[in-house]
């Protein structure tokens, strides 16, 4: 991540926007062979279609730009611009195809857009790439305090970095890679990486939002060690249906990128919250997330 500041106008979009935001498709997608998440909304399906409908318009067009013409032809750039490539871009049919360990097609290797070698980092080209993509957007200000907000119903212990709810609704944000934190780190009431415990049951809602000027990020809620895995969604899947935000874009003169996931803690257990962009989770974007039985 290349910290640098970002001037941004002062703009209406708060953390509890109703809208998923850049990921709405994305989020809603949950994971593969299940239903699509939740969104925070009471007209969640249409908003979603709407979004969704915005967002695939806005692939085209920003595909178009990279490309020109020529991705209107045949073979792999024609794909590409198609219903079918966009599903395996942002995963509306589940996992996005290039967290799947697909690589991305040739096409979509040029004029330096991921960096060179085997081991760029996918979210450079992903920020980019939906940079200026629909859905909410926060200030840097907006950014900060969700970072910094103690979520109702918490119970903080900053020595332990712990979060605890005991109650059967839970609101939190988390902010990826802010300033003034370690790159590649989640920020949530204040703490790097804290430890969340919430009651077998509750319905979760968490607001993620992308500081990182130059970089791609998510959040997913997993069953298993996924962190320790170069790229955890091909070894760990959401754990719970509307538990993924797959990835926001960086952040522009508009604002920074703001997502909801919501999703109901079913099962009580020991998972994990963390970036699914490979790579990232690998470098600290990850934390315990135990569903407790506990009353």
Known sequence: ??????????????????????????????????????????SATAGTRASAQDSYSYYRSMMGRYFGGSMMGGGARSWMMSPAGYRWMTGLNGVPGWMRGGHFPAVMMGSGMMGTGTSADPGKFMGRL??????????????????????????????ARTITFTTGSVHLAAVASPAGSPDETFR?????????TVPAGAQVSIQVVNADPDTAHGLVVTSGLGQSSWMPMMTSRPAFTGAALWFLGNPTAAGMHAGTLAFAAATSGTYHYLCPVPGHAQ???????????AS
Request: one cysteine or more.
């Open 188 to 196: 949530i009431a204040g703490m790097v990486n804290p430890k969340i």
């Open 1 to 42: 991540m290349m910290r640098r500041q970002i001037k941004t106008p002062a703009i209406a979009a708060a953390l509890a926007a109703a809208g998923l935001g850049t990921a709405v498709f994305i989020t809603a997608c949950g994971t593969s062979g299940q239903t699509p998440g939740i969104a925070a909304s009471a």
């Open 130 to 159: 939906w940079a200026d993509a629909p859905g909410p957007r926060v200030t840097p200000a907006q950014a900060t305090r969700a970072g910094n907000q103690i979520p109702p119903g918490a119970h903080i212990n900053q020595a």
């Open 283 to 293: 470098k600290g974007m990850a934390g315990l997330f135990t569903v407790s039985n």
